[in-house]
């Protein structure tokens, strides 16, 4: 798949959120610039609230933490969100109402099938300090990229996703609890084994093309260095096998207390040229590893699901030298998708130069309200 | 002003499922509106309730008690139920629904609970061998497991299936899928992908 060659695809607008008693945001509208928002301010005011309120808005999850009280302005035992959303073909209002138990969620007043239906209609992408350890640490944030494009490919994955976690665990406490015999520990071992197999083939077939396209990215960003190449291969290789090893394994996971076998082992090999990046990459080139895979999940999440995502950048500038930030803006200029960022330093986001009136709006963010230049 | 006996009988009313505070008030004031004999033919039903019905015997579905002993239920009574053919449901209320619908013509067993390692529920819990011998004694053909499609729904069915491998008595599953006149657009991803990867040939 070549990077770009889906450019007529329209883009996700937020048109305007409406939020109340979300984290420190008592009550603010916010209007956004038709292609960037920059939202600034000094530290702890609430500008990544402002990011997390469209994430939760969109996909009914924050990407800071699964509890939902935390999202709960102190004091108060309700948040709601309101989005204006228009996908090029259609306008929808997405309204999110947070309990410290539970979230309802409505796309013009009507309720979606599931949390990952509702999730499917808006895609957002997020980008923040630490995505750009990506290359670098343990593989659980490179399992979770593949699997957010497995599940905008095909959302009924949760049922596995969730399926292979439960079984995983179910399989750990019979371990633990009454050692590694008996037809119980054999059937939760048959369905890690089914979910796992599905959740395999749902990544293989999303590095498939993924994969290519991130490699492609590299390329561009970083002219004339080492080529970035990117292999997944699936930790077990038939159903057979897996039974195989989950019971080889018993003696040994009881006593570790932790699962060796399974989807939650798979990994993305990352190599420039021919040596491993984990081991060998420098600072600076993990992080163009790292905008790689984020500008072609963008990418990608565009073609999957017919539209442009939202592009969430959180304080990300502050991270990357000025070559690179240089770099992510043209990328996303290019892309046409709609980009939330936050900054300490306004002065630091250069968007490009033929942006039209109403594409680029600032907002400083204070104490949890949103203030226009000049006010 | 507080009223003691309100306040009892409304905190008794919310243990009930969907029924809270406000609406246990409502149901009192409700009652204290009406006729005195309302109140009275409800508390009368209320307490003699589990000297009437318990669980049957065989199945574990609601059964009436006559002279304070256990019975078996109207289906394990009835006749002209085949005996062939048994279908292992996790709640009662599991059984309801399929006799309001009517189509199954066999008789059932209620697990009362699913396989479950993380509550601590095993084998012995399921009364796994209660099931087996009621497959010897009753001559049960087939075995068809309605436990729900979760996690530990599958994992009773594949228990069962395990147990009766070597017994000759069939374990089917029932089908899951798109609800009956249920609009495609409105089903949530993961019923769809069960009923697509559960297609047949036509
Ligand atoms: N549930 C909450 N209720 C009220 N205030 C909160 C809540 N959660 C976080 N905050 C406040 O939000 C502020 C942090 O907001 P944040 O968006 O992370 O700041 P920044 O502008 O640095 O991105 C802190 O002042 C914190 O106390
Ligand atoms: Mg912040
Ligand atoms: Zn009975």
């Known amino acids: 798949m070549e990077p770009h060659a889906g450019s007529s695809l329209s883009s996700l607008r937020l048109s305007r959120l409406d939020a109340v008693d979300f984290r420190n945001l008592a009550r603010i509208t916010l209007v956004p ?312 330093r306004a002065d630091l986001i250069v968007t490009p130069e033929d942006l039209k009136e109403g594409d680029r709006e600032d907002l400083e963010v204070r104490a949890g309200e949103l203030l226009r230049r000049g006010s | 002003m507080r009223i003691a006996s309100l306040e009892r009988l409304q905190r008794l009313l919310t243990k009930l499922p969907g029924v809270g505070e406000k609406t246990a008030l409502r149901y009192i004031l409700k009652v204290l509106e009406r006729d005195a004999s309302l109140a009275r033919d409800l508390g009368a039903e209320l307490s003699a309730l589990p000297d009437r019905i318990g669980a049957c015997v065989r199945c574990g579905h609601l059964a009436e008690k006559t002279g304070g002993d256990l019975q078996l239920c109207a289906i394990c009574n009835d006749t002209r139920r085949d005996p062939t053919i048994l279908c292992v449901v996790a709640r009662v209320p599991d059984v309801l629904a399929f006799e309001r619908a009517g189509s199954f013509r066999g008789r059932y067993h209620v697990l009362g609970c699913l396989l479950s390692p993380l509550d601590g529920i095993g084998p012995h819990e399921l009364g796994i061998d209660r099931i087996l011998a009621r497959a010897r004694d009753e001559g049960i053909r087939e075995v068809v497991v309605a436990t729900p499609p979760t996690v530990d729904g599958e994992a009773t069915a594949l228990l069962l299936k395990r147990e009766f491998e070597a017994s000759g008595v069939a374990v089917t599953r029932i089908a899951s899928g798109v609800p009956h006149g249920g609009d495609l657009e409105f089903t949530d991803p993961i019923t769809l992908g069960r009923a697509l990867a559960g297609r047949r040939a036509l």
């Open chain 1, 33 to 344: 610039g038709a292609r960037f928002t920059v939202l600034h301010g000094a530290n702890g005011q609430g500008k990544t609230n402002v990011l997390e309120a469209i994430a939760v808005g969109c996909s009914g999850k924050s990407f800071r933490t699964s509890r939902l009280p935390e999202l709960l302005r102190t004091g108060t035992t309700k948040a709601i969100l309101r989005l204006r959303i228009n996908d090029g073909t259609e306008e929808r209002v997405q309204d999110a109402c947070i309990g410290s138990g539970s979230r309802q969620l409505r796309i013009d007043g009507k309720r979606p099938a599931s949390l990952a239906a509702y999730a499917l209609r808006s895609p957002v992408v997020t980008f923040h300090p630490g995505v750009l350890e990506i290359s670098q640490g343990p593989g659980q944030p490179r399992r979770q990229l593949l699997d957010r494009l497995a599940l905008h490919n095909d959302a009924s994955l949760e049922e596995a996703l969730l399926g292979h976690a439960k079984a995983q665990r179910s399989r750990l406490k019979l371990l633990t609890d009454r050692g590694p015999l008996g037809r119980e520990l054999d059937v939760y071992e048959e369905l890690i084994v089914r979910h796992g197999m599905r959740l395999f083939d749902a990544r293989f077939r999303i590095c498939a093309e993924f994969l290519p396209l991130a490699e492609a990215l590299h390329a561009r960003l970083a002219l004339n260095a080492e080529p970035l190449r990117l292999a997944y291969t699936p930790r077990e290789s038939s159903p057979a096998a897996f039974m195989d090893h989950l019971a080889e394994r018993r003696a040994l996971d009881r006593v570790r207390g932790m699962s060796s076998v399974g989807a939650q082992r798979d990994d993305v090999d990352i190599f420039l040229g021919e040596r491993a990046a984990r081991t060998h990459g420098s600072q600076g080139q993990h992080r163009t590893i790292a905008l790689a895979l984020k500008l072609a999940e963008v990418e990608f999440t565009a073609r999957l699901r017919h539209v442009r995502p939202l592009v969430l950048l959180d304080d990300v500038s502050s991270e990357l030298d000025r070559a690179r930030t240089a770099q992510l803006f043209e990328h996303l200029s290019r892309e046409a998708s709609q980009v939330f960022l936050t900054t300490t």
